[in-house]
């Protein structure tokens, strides 16, 4: 079971410093007008808020909704696959993993222990004892495992297709969008930790950020989210707008 939960933060070292590699080399062969950068806009943002945000997140880690049926799942599962950020087995592992430890030794991504990346994913070792597999039993079927031990293969499988149909479609299609998504993920996973307001005192450093709302949207109020983890929405206050709540209101059952 060692590679069921531990293997997600060196599949995201894998994925982030190859795309920041491809990133570099490939500034020499394409060009930067409006409807490239457009293209990595809105691919970003449908990675980060659809497949992270809504899918890996608040659908598949803490279940606070239903899809009205299984295409749409599928649908969102698939572009949650493609978010570069790990199979959905082993992110949700890895988030539950962090509620449960918010902020203590046990925490796989806390600011007191990992500081600051703008790239890369600290692993933590751990030995075969202490692996919680039971916080994703849910999760623990022939597909999730499928995806999960070839999660590599799919990733690169996509790159492979996109740079046959064109390079710059895979450029700013996919690459620059997933790079985008490793630095804001890292951030938020520090800043929302570090900086901030609380509108809850509970028993860990989570705050809400407004800054990191352009990046994350309604994620960026992480402390309302720790107070109430299961509720579809992290809106508290009027003005803290939460744009995936209105989505998943359109999608749920």
Do not use: C
């Amino acid at each position: 079971m060692y590679n069921l939960v531990q293997s997600n933060p060196r599949t995201l070292n894998y994925i982030q410093y190859s795309f920041l590699l491809m990133v570099l080399v490939g500034v020499l062969w394409v060009s930067f007008d409006i409807q490239n950068i457009l293209l990595s806009i809105v691919m970003f943002y449908l990675f980060s808020i659809i497949g992270l945000s809504l899918t890996l997140h608040r659908y598949y880690s803490h279940q606070t909704f239903k899809f009205k049926n299984k295409f749409l799942e599928y649908i969102f599962t698939i572009i949650a696959i493609f978010s570069g950020r790990g199979s959905p087995l082993g992110w949700v592992y890895i988030h539950r993993l962090h509620h449960r430890h918010t902020d203590t030794e046990g925490d796989p991504h806390s600011p007191k222990d990992t500081g600051f990346r703008f790239f890369g994913f600290k692993p933590r070792e751990v030995s075969d004892k202490k692996i919680k597999t039971f916080l994703v039993k849910d999760l623990i079927n022939k597909q999730h495992l499928f995806v999960h031990n070839y999660y590599l293969l799919f990733i690169l499988g996509l790159v492979l297709l996109l740079g046959f149909i064109n390079f710059e479609l895979l450029y700013f299609g996919y690459v620059v969008p997933l790079l985008l998504i490793q630095f804001s993920q890292n951030s938020f996973n520090y800043f929302a930790h570090k900086h901030g307001y609380k509108n809850y005192e509970i028993d860990n450093d989570s705050t809400n950020n407004l800054f990191l709302w352009p990046l994350i949207w309604g994620d960026a109020w992480h402390n309302n989210h720790h107070n109430k983890p299961q509720s579809y929405t992290t809106k508290e206050k009027w003005w803290e707008l939460d744009p995936v709540a209105l989505i998943i209101r359109i999608i749920k059952l």
